[in-house]
């Protein structure tokens, strides 16, 4: 619960400025706010090593061996990460030269990869130190951090944004100063604030850091690397499909709309992270659950029920949200990005998807067969990159949308098939195809049938809430006299 509040409120939180940016940049600018932070999400999935999933498993696997796990956890990230930092910054103005689209943007573009590459840094090597909080049982400290580093990157942000150009308007104290150096409307600023919230946040785990001992087990990391290296490029396979599309809308649509068509694609798809937020907040707490429970008789059949309630939550969320889209449009302030919105029903698709795909993943985790995750995984970026490249052209951003959902569909049902051939979970397989039918027919009826009415939509929900109640009745008894 407490995992999921603190990452809840931080991701809201900064789902706030989302109206806030789109309201005070245009959708040119915007794109380069979502390009530059797709690129970043890419990049962060090689730096983290795939050492975080290595770190609980191998906690459990040799619990007399916890300091060391945590030693050879973060020495192989701090190695890479600071590999990549040296190598970005000399670098970066090649980097900037590739991503501006016009020579005149290069010298921001430069600012902007220095930014990036620090934040990346930063924010890799407390990778390991996050997830010590994790394994240590401490949500609350784990939490407290969280809602410190969203609190500076909206803080700061509100200050560049609105603060500081008041300042300048009304001539206060500090106002000459400021005109020498603010940029009315920079997208920098942005990054800026997301760099302060990354110290600050390492800052407020320098405990967790002092309880390191730079000492390297050979023997103990070659058996976590082999662990790990099928886990990294499945990471980056997941963050392919989630962000290539974002990273290629660019280069594959004409220049003169394509920063406005990448603003459009990245705003509506800020609609989408409700799911996605329910989806990372499971994830926090189940993870080291799953691990920690694996050993139990029971196992497989808790597994099983969890993923059977976690989709009867995910398929409610996901037509509430749908049902109600006319309200949450109003977060997109600015009326220009509203044509994005047929997009949104087949983004949450994809997102009801990758939330099933996490459930089901288990299996080769704790069976110690993470290759099979690397094929899987690879086989859905290839969906991805080819799919985005026959589709982008023709239909812009709604092909990017169609081949999310498409990618991870086809990597959960993988998943499935062959985790009942080497891990056989019993899944109720005939209840959670009905629930996930029955949400998308409700989802697509309510946004395309009857033109996104929130009252018909509604109704929906409230039907399919009753019908859940009542097929799952006996169940919830059994739960709620426990």
């Not at 500081?164 to 308007?169: G, M, S, T, V």
């Not at 649509?253 to 937020?277: R, T």
Request: glycine share 4%.
């Amino acid at each position: 619960m407490v995992y999921g509040i603190s990452t809840v409120f931080s991701r809201l939180f900064n789902f706030i400025l989302t109206p806030i940016y789109t309201s005070v940049y245009k959708k040119g600018v915007y794109g380069i706010f979502t390009n530059m932070y797709a690129n970043a999400s890419l990049i962060n999935a090689i730096l983290a090593f795939g050492m975080e999933s290595t770190y609980f498993r191998y906690l459990n696997k040799f619990e007399d061996k916890k300091q060391e796990v945590y030693n050879n956890s973060f020495i192989c990230i701090a190695f890479v990460s600071s590999l990549f930092l040296i190598t970005g910054l000399v670098f970066s103005n090649g980097i900037a030269t590739y991503l501006a689209a016009k020579a005149a943007e290069i010298p921001d573009y430069k600012q902007y990869v220095s930014f990036f590459l620090w934040i990346l840094f930063v924010d890799a090597i407390c990778v390991i130190p996050f997830a010590k909080l994790r394994a240590d049982g401490r949500p609350m400290k784990y939490s407290v951090v969280k809602f410190l580093n969203i609190g500076c990157f909206v803080g700061f942000n509100l200050l560049f944004i609105f603060v500081l150009p008041a300042i300048i308007k009304h001539n206060w104290i500090g106002a000459s100063w400021l005109q020498t150096w603010y940029r009315h409307q920079w997208i920098g600023y942005v990054f800026v604030a997301n760099l302060i919230a990354s110290l600050v946040t390492l800052v407020a785990l320098i405990p967790e850091f002092l309880k390191l001992q730079l000492k390297f087990d050979k023997a103990l990391f070659s058996n976590m690397f082999s662990y790990s290296w099928p886990i990294l490029i499945a990471n980056l396979s997941f963050i392919v499909n989630e962000n290539l599309d974002k990273i290629v809308l660019k280069d594959l649509l004409p220049a003169n709309i394509a920063n406005e068509e990448v603003g459009i694609y990245g705003a509506v798809c800020k609609l989408a992270i409700f799911l996605s937020i329910f989806i990372t907040a499971f994830r926090l707490g189940a993870e080291p659950f799953f691990f920690s429970h694996a050993k139990n008789s029971n196992a497989k059949q808790t597994y099983a029920t969890i993923l059977q309630y976690f989709v009867i939550a995910l398929t409610v969320l996901f037509v509430a949200l749908i049902a109600n889209i006319e309200v949450l449009k109003f977060f997109i302030r600015t009326e220009e990005y509203w044509v994005g919105l047929p997009a949104v029903p087949y983004l949450l698709m994809g997102y009801v998807f990758l939330g099933i795909y996490m459930n089901l993943s288990i299996w080769y985790r704790l069976s110690d067969q993470t290759r099979y995750g690397l094929y899987i995984s690879v086989i859905g970026a290839i969906i991805t990159i080819v799919l985005n490249f026959v589709l982008i052209p023709r239909f812009s951003y709604m092909g990017s949308a169609w081949v999310s959902m498409a990618a991870y569909a086809t990597m959960t049902i993988i998943s499935y098939i062959l985790g009942q051939k080497y891990y056989p979970i019993p899944y109720n397989l005939k209840k959670i195809l009905a629930y996930i039918i029955v949400s998308t027919v409700i989802v697509f009826s309510s946004f395309f049938i009857f033109n996104r009415n929130i009252y018909i939509g509604n109704a929906m929900l409230i039907a399919f809430i009753a019908g859940i109640a009542y097929f799952e009745k006996k169940d919830l008894m059994k739960i709620l006299k426990r």
